[in-house]
């Protein structure tokens, strides 16, 4: 018994490793067309957690060059309305980061906000000659249309429902212990966690 405890717990010590990284969307004030933070670096296996805030917003996967346009095959939250500016809404989404080397590019389908500035990276450069945050905000700015993707809603994505609190940004295992989680990700975070505790 008490052995294939501690196999488990090796099983899962893997998992220990993966960090989570919060992205708020929305700013404080519910016209600051925003995410918060805006890139993150986020390692293989890292999971990306989208937390909605006012009052409608979206994520969807774009390419570099056509910054408010979705990506074929990319994510799609579909929209997530929320009015109360004390927490986050109850879904979230997250996306669990497969290749680090390769850059993930996003914006709100919203209106305007894509070319408002709400845009974002996942492993983007925020300075140097290359494709930086900054020239795809510029680039966004400039874009003639915001497209919404015709995908199916909550494609490419883990939805969570939660008790809407925050988890801390670019924690090591996030507060995936939070005891409404549902996903299976947050889930192996809890894990994880638990794991690490043991080593
Ligand atoms: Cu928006």
Redesign the pocket.
Known sequence: MHFSTAVSVLALAGSSLAANHTIR??GQSASD?VFIPNNVTAAEGDIVIFKFWPK???IAQAAFAKPCEPLANGFWSGYVPTTDTTKAADMSYSFEVKNASQPIWFY?T?AQ?CQDG?VGGINVATNGTGNTITKFIDAAKDASANVEPTATVGSGLSMTMANGTEMPSGSATGNAASPLEMSNLAMSGAFGMLAYLFM
């Open positions: 969307v929305g067309l409608n917003h979206s709100c919203q906000h709400m």
